[in-house]
Each structure stands twice: as C-alpha cells, then as structure tokens.
C-alpha cells in the first residue's frame, strides 16, 4: 500500500524530516526563502494526508476543498491567522500550531527590539557604517531610558509574561490589558491590570503581543495612538495586522508618539520603500521573534510529532481550538 503523503512547504533540515519518512511519504518544497506558490499547493494538498506548513501560506475555503485526504495541518508558529480553522473543523482537519516552544525567544527578541528603539541602536549602528562620527557629543544619538519606565503589555499570553518577566529586571511598572485577567502573572511579576484606554494613556513602551483575529484587526490605530503619551514607543511582535500602518506612520510623522519597534507588518515582506521603514524613528525586522535555530527546530520537531500523532489516530499535542 502507498505510503501516506506529508507535504512540507518549505525546505526543513533533513534530520528533522527523516523521522517522518519510514511510515509516510514525504514531498518538500524544496526552497529556502520562497513560499510555495499557491498553485502548487492546491496541486499537492489534494494528495496530502498531512502538512506542514508555514504562516506565509494561505488554508481557505478554496485550497481547503481540494483538500479531500487531509487530517492535519501543522503550522510552524505559534499564530495561526493564515488558517481558516473553523472551515478546518467543518471538514475534520486537525489544526495544530507551536506555542511554549518559542516563548522565551520571541520574548528576548521582542524585549531586544524595544531597547533598540528606545536607545536607538540601529541608527546608531549606521553612524560607524556610514563614517559619519565627528567626535562624541553630548547628546548625540540620545535616547529613552527604559529602566524604570511603565511597560503596557496588550495580549497577555504566555508570551507576554515572559516580556514581563523581562521587564521585572528594568525595575520597570508593568501593565496589561487582556480578555481575562492573570491573577498569577499579577501575584508573580506584579503586573496591574488596566483597561486598554488606560494602559495606553500611561504606557512609556505599549507592546502588542496580540494575535490577529477579527477583534483585533487594525485595533492600534489614530484613535489609540493619539491616547498614548508623546514620548511613547509602540512595539509589536504579534502581528502586522493588528496595526493601521498609515495611522501608525502619521503618528510617528506628527510627533504624537516618539517611535515604533516592529517585527511584524501588514503585508510580508516589506522593503526599504515601506513608509515605515523610512523612518528614523521606526526600528524594523523582518519578522524574527522566534528565529533562533534551536527554537526553530524545535517548533519543527513539534509539527513533526503532531503529525505523527494525528495520522496515527491520537490527539496532537498542541491542537488549536477554534
Ligand atoms: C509565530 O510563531 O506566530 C511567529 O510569528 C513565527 O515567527
């Protein structure tokens, strides 16, 4: 009998693969750095028991329906914005995603991130590259402390804590705003609830860890930055969309806030003709939060092994709910 197919689209190292190839057959899409075409993975997904996928693909209704073998869908990241689970559901395909695994390093990064910006460190960075230091000066390239300041944490996952965590080591006054409250998170990191209108009002750093749903499409826009304080940084290491990047740029462009951090954008990937990223006030990344090499195979080793446990029948380990 034909062995089932896993269809993985994008090249993973082979050791991490190999532990799928005795029971199935594995096909790759076999580049680094380009996404499978949408084309060729409504070719492939119509053969595919399983598939591990990336956030830079698209599960819809119409990819979904050619879809008529598939039990699993094990998407390499902890979002899962890119798949339509409730058509998912519908059609009795397991979804699962990679959470715990990449908490502490997208909290590192996201913490690095807010440094950069605050203390200006790219920019900084550029006046050696760009032989443009005369002698040093009092205030040049002077920044924002982050030491003492309040952090306003929107999204209080897992994720959040841990930028918490981080942030307990500034001495800083940590808010958050979140559907539920964490009375743990507030006992341990001594975190204050507030309400969103609050947290910006009094946030020196809002830092969206918030994932993109219907709510909280395009949530940080004019109305909200206009409430945050003029020497205020907006960063975020959730999602692009959860930003009005023209609001975002006008803000920054109006001084009503002092600058952004951001990994994440709208439409991936940008350039340097991106509005945002022309400006000196906006550190950009090209969406790294969890890009280290441990945690990125251990996220594959993750998909890997939800694979394996639905195709045999078992619960995944980390299913995602709709
Ligand atoms: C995630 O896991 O959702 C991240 O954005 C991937 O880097």
């Known amino acids: 009998m034909?062995?089932?197919?896993?269809?993985?689209?994008?090249?993973?190292?082979?050791?991490?693969?190999?532990?799928l190839t005795e029971k199935y057959q594995v096909k790759m899409w076999e580049e680094e750095e380009v996404p499978v075409p949408g084309d060729v993975l409504m070719k492939e997904i119509t053969q595919a028991s399983a598939v591990l996928s990336m956030l830079t693909d698209t599960f819809d209704?119409?990819?979904?329906?050619?879809?008529?073998?598939l039990k699993v869908i094990a998407n390499?990241?902890?979002?899962?914005?890119?798949?339509?689970?409730?058509?998912?559901?519908?059609?009795?395909i397991t979804v699962t995603n990679t959470p715990d695994v990449l908490t502490e390093t997208t909290a590192d990064l996201t913490f690095g991130l807010l440094l950069a910006t605050a203390r200006r460190i790219p920019e900084s960075v550029d006046?050696?590259?760009?032989?443009?230091?005369?002698t040093w000066s009092p205030y040049m390239m002077a920044g924002s402390d982050v030491h003492q300041k309040t952090i306003g944490i929107v999204g209080m996952g897992a994720i959040g804590e841990a930028v918490a965590k981080r942030a307990t080591g500034f001495d800083m006054d940590i808010l958050y705003h979140n559907r539920n409250r964490k009375p743990k998170a507030e006992e341990k990191l001594g975190a204050s609830y507030a309400s969103l209108e609050e947290l910006l009002a009094?946030?020196?750093?809002?830092?969206?860890?918030?994932?993109?749903?219907?709510?909280?499409?395009?949530?940080?826009?004019?109305?909200?930055?206009?409430?945050?304080?003029?020497?205020a940084f907006f960063i975020?290491?959730?999602?692009?969309?959860?930003?009005n990047e023209a609001d975002l740029y006008q803000a920054i462009k109006d001084e009503k806030i002092r600058g952004a951090g951001l990994d994440v954008f709208a439409n991936?990937?940008?350039?340097?003709?991106?509005?945002?990223?022309?400006?000196?006030?906006v550190v950009a990344l090209p969406?790294?939060?969890?890009?280290?090499?441990?945690?990125?195979?251990?996220?594959?080793?993750?998909?890997?092994?939800?694979?394996?446990?639905?195709?045999d029948g078992m619960e995944p380990l980390t299913p995602v709910k709709n």
């Open 202 to 231: 009094k946030s020196d750093f809002v830092v969206s860890m918030l994932p993109l749903t219907k709510e909280t499409k395009g949530m940080f826009d004019a109305q909200a930055f206009d409430r945050m304080k003029q020497s």
């Open 61 to 69: 209704e119409e990819v979904l329906n050619m879809a008529s073998q």
């Open 268 to 281: 991936e990937p940008i350039g340097s003709n991106h509005p945002l990223a022309q400006l000196d006030r």
């Open 2 to 19: 034909a062995k089932p197919i896993v269809y993985v689209t994008r090249k993973l190292p082979t050791e991490i693969i190999s532990e």
């Open 127 to 134: 006046i050696i590259r760009n032989d443009q230091w005369k």
């Open 287 to 311: 969406h790294i939060g969890s890009s280290t090499v441990d945690t990125r195979n251990r996220m594959a080793m993750l998909c890997v092994e939800n694979i394996k446990r639905v195709l």
């Open 76 to 92: 390499l990241a902890v979002g899962y914005d890119n798949i339509d689970v409730k058509a998912c559901e519908s059609r009795g």
């Open 236 to 243: 975020n290491a959730s999602r692009g969309g959860v930003v």
